[in-house]
T-cell receptor
Framework: GQQVMQIPQYQHVQEGEDFTTYCNSSTTLSNIQWYKQRPGGHPVFLIQLVKSGEVKKQKRLTFQFGEAKKNSSLHITATQTTDVGTYFCADVSNFGNEKLTFGTGTRLTIIP | KAGVTQTPRYLIKTRGQQVTLSCSPISGHRSVSWYQQTPGQGLQFLFEYFSETQRNKGNFPGRFSGRQFSNSRSEMNVSTLELGDSALYLC????????????FGPGTRLTVT
């Protein structure tokens, strides 16, 4: 079956440094969604990418969808303590159902 | 608008028992999905209901079942609990128009002893 891997599994950064997590799939992705889960919390939707090569920005966050739709990335510029959490990518089917295949996640911790 | 609610928030059960978890979606949302989250396996899709019909199912044994009511509320049942069923069970609601943003509830933490 489809496997969606994320690297790195863990990332510790100094506050103010940049952070990037990469999402790679064994099969072509339909659409990519990104979620953030704070410690002890639940996943919260960040963004959705649907087109090959698409790039979207949300303030300090930049999301990218690969040209071949087999990978995606999330880059955070100048991290802040509020960025702490686990970031998940998820492939979401385009065929009339809501199944999400989640990536393995990247846990980000910030060193103040 | 009120968010997705799940009850109970915490549950402790004994191996072999059964359990029912409840999820109330955001008003107007017709799709409810269930996920299991564990440290070892991550977030795994269980099933999705839309307008009282199961639209998709993940790779879980038949001990895991669900249903959706006419008001879109959903329940999930696990029978003959095993130690490995200990997990955070999350439900998510959406409008049902794919691909759509999923709104997750706070989850039910199930511990099987």
């Amino acid at each position: 079956g489809q496997q969606v891997m994320q690297i790195p599994q863990y990332q510790h950064v100094q506050e103010g440094e940049d952070f990037t997590t990469y999402c790679n799939s064994s099969t072509t992705l339909s659409n990519i969604q990104w979620y953030k889960q704070r410690p002890g919390g639940h996943p919260v939707f960040l963004i959705q990418l649907v087109k090959s090569g698409e790039v979207k920005k949300q303030k300090r966050l930049t999301f990218q969808f690969g040209e071949a739709k087999k990978n995606s990335s999330l880059h955070i510029t100048a991290t802040q303590t509020t960025d702490v959490g686990t970031y998940f990518c998820a492939d979401v089917s385009n065929f009339g159902n809501e199944k999400l295949t989640f990536g393995t996640g990247t846990r980000l911790t910030i060193i103040p | 608008k009120a968010g997705v609610t799940q009850t109970p928030r915490y549950l402790i059960k004994t191996r072999g028992q059964q359990v029912t978890l409840s999820c109330s979606p955001i008003s107007g949302h017709r799709s409810v999905s269930w996920y299991q989250q564990t440290p070892g396996q991550g977030l795994q899709f269980l099933f999705e209901y839309f307008s009282e019909t199961q639209r998709n199912k993940g790779n879980f044994p038949g001990r895991f079942s669900g249903r959706q009511f006419s008001n879109s509320r959903s329940e999930m049942n696990v029978s003959t609990l095993e130690l490995g069923d200990s997990a955070l069970y999350l439900c998510a609601s959406s409008t049902g128009r794919s691909p759509g943003e999923q709104y997750f509830g706070p989850g039910t933490r199930l511990t099987v002893t």
